[in-house]
Structure formats: structure tokens, C-alpha cells
């Protein structure tokens, strides 16, 4: 059983519409984080969200964190080809700062 | 500079060789990882020392075996290695300051094909 569940699994959009991505749970994380992995790169952390209902806006990136702790999103408005990639949400629970991965969204964006 | 770099970054080999991949950061951080990132794209964490000490060993086969010389370094060697070894694995370093917001910088993978 995945314990975090990452959705859409792959999108692929135009250039200039806007995507949402899910990242949902039954368990509560004290910290949720948002990475983008590159094509034969490592992922590269976006942003940390720990407090219920925080919002944090990354440029064009939008980042939630649901008010009971359990869920994230990430909006991209306008998407560009640049924003192709795999996007990994990783909470962490209780005490623990090591991080548990979801299986990640693959974004394509063509221009 | 390169953060986190790992060596080597492919590595093809036979089923039942002995093969190691080294990484090295150079942040100064305390706390090292390995994850295996499978062909589905799933990151799961395998290791984690900190100060050159284990702290977590998930559920994986004793044929593999992290090694910290130091607390810049974290080798992972693999016995006997099989089919299913095959995939990418990745070092990551942490501050170690064990706060939930710690940031995972992570090398670039060294991706394994067991033939």
C-alpha cells in the first residue's frame, strides 16, 4: 500500500494551460515537500509546506497543504516546456524528518 | 561545484558480480542517504547515515552494504547483484539538524543494468 498516492500518474498538456497535481493520504505528515526531478537528474527540492491550510507560491508555481495535513496540491499556471519533468510529493511523519515518496507525476509540456 | 556527486554514473554489468558506487557531498552536512529509484519512478529510501554512524536500514537485502569512511563519503557496495538490482540509485545529503523541514539534496543517480 503506497502511503502517499500522487495524481494525474502522467500529463501532458500546451504550452500556456494551467495543471493541477494531487498528492493525497490517510496519514497526517508534520511536512510535506514538492520535488522536480529532471531527466537523468536527481530530484530538486520546489518547497516545504508545514503548517494546515499554507500556501506558498513559487513564481508561477502554486503549493497547498490541506488543512488536516493529509493532502497537498500544485498548481502551475501557464505551463511552460520548461516545467516538463517528474514531480515527487515526500511527507514526513511524527517525529521523523526523513521523507516518504509518492511514485510521482510526469509532466510534458510541449510548446 | 558539483554538491553531491556520485561515480559512476552508468554501470552495466553481469548477474553475480560485486560492483560499488561512490558519492561524495561537499556541503558539510552530517546526514548521508542511498534510494533505489525503480523503473516506475518510485524513490524509496534504503539508507541513512548520520556522522558517518547508521540510522535507518530499511528492509534490504544484506548483499547491500553502505560504507562511511567519512562524513563527506557514503559508498554503497553490492554483492552478488541480480536482475531486479537493476536501477537507478541515488546519494542525497541533509544538514542532519533533524528539523521537519530538512531539504534532501540529491546527486545525480548511477544508473545500474544487471545483465
Known amino acids: 500500500t503506497q502511503l502517499l498516492e500522487q495524481s494525474p500518474q502522467f500529463l501532458s498538456i500546451q504550452e500556456g494551460e494551467n495543471l493541477t497535481v494531487y498528492c493525497n493520504s490517510s496519514s497526517v505528515f508534520s511536512s510535506l515537500q514538492w520535488y522536480r526531478q529532471e531527466p537523468g537528474e536527481g530530484p530538486v527540492l520546489l518547497v516545504t509546506v508545514v503548517t494546515g491550510g499554507e500556501v506558498k507560491k513559487l513564481k508561477r508555481l502554486t503549493f497547498q497543504f490541506g488543512d488536516a495535513r493529509k493532502d497537498s496540491s500544485l498548481h502551475i499556471t501557464a505551463a511552460q516546456p520548461g516545467d516538463t519533468g517528474l514531480y515527487l510529493c515526500?511527507?514526513?511523519?511524527?517525529?521523523?524528518?526523513?521523507?516518504?515518496f509518492g511514485r510521482g507525476t510526469s509532466l510534458i509540456v510541449h510548446p | 561545484d558539483t554538491a553531491v556527486s556520485q561515480t559512476p554514473k552508468y554501470l552495466v554489468t553481469q548477474m553475480g558480480n560485486d560492483k560499488s558506487i561512490k558519492c561524495e557531498q561537499n556541503l558539510g552536512h552530517d546526514t548521508m542517504y542511498w534510494y533505489k529509484q525503480d523503473s516506475k519512478k518510485f524513490l524509496k529510501i534504503m539508507f541513512s547515515y548520520n556522522n558517518k554512524e547508521l540510522i535507518i536500514n530499511e528492509t534490504v537485502p544484506n548483499r547491500f552494504s553502505p560504507k562511511s569512511p567519512d562524513k563527506a563519503h557514503l559508498n554503497l557496495h553490492i554483492n552478488s547483484l541480480e536482475l531486479g538490482d537493476s536501477a537507478v540509485y541515488f546519494c542525497a545529503s541533509s544538514q542532519g539538524s533533524r528539523r521537519r523541514e530538512e531539504t534532501q539534496y540529491f546527486g545525480p543517480g548511477t544508473r545500474l543494468l544487471v545483465l
Open positions: 515526500a511527507g514526513a511523519r511524527g517525529g521523523s524528518y526523513i521523507p516518504t
